[in-house]
């Protein structure tokens, strides 16, 4: 089975907060219209965002996601290997599963284990 969790990558809460210049070139039009955004534009048509959550720009959000994830994996009983950076294991029951680009491969035996998974991701 896969499972995504881009989700969880984007929402990671960050330690500070960010501020992030963008052109009004590089947001969609039909964005720029809903939110009057030309009004709130600097003179070169620059905007400045903050966030803080997890977002693809960010060099740090794949760490921070990565650091979480751990975190609440191993709360529910997954270790990761020692050997294989990425890959999963669960204590006890028969599951496995390897992170690549924001989905786990998961190889599973039985249902009940699988569902394990889903339930807390």
């Known amino acids: 089975m896969t499972l995504g969790i881009f989700s969880f990558y984007l929402m990671t809460p960050l330690k500070r907060l960010e501020y992030i210049r ?5 947001i969609p039009q039909k964005v720029i219209d809903e939110y009057k955004l030309r009004d709130r534009a600097t003179p070169n048509g620059s905007m400045h965002i903050v966030t803080n959550k997890g977002m693809y720009v960010l060099p740090q959000a794949g ?12 709360k529910n009983g ?17 599951i496995q599963l ?4 924001g989905n786990f491969g998961v190889k ?9 998974l889903k339930v807390f991701l």
């Open 22 to 26: 963008m052109k009004l070139a590089e």
């Open 63 to 74: 760490l921070l996601a990565n650091e979480l994830l751990e975190k609440h994996l191993n």
């Open 78 to 94: 997954y270790r990761q290997s020692k050997l294989v950076p990425g890959l999963w294991k669960h204590d006890w029951r028969p």
């Open 98 to 101: 390897m992170l690549v680009a």
């Open 108 to 116: 599973h035996v039985g249902k009940e284990h699988a569902l394990h």
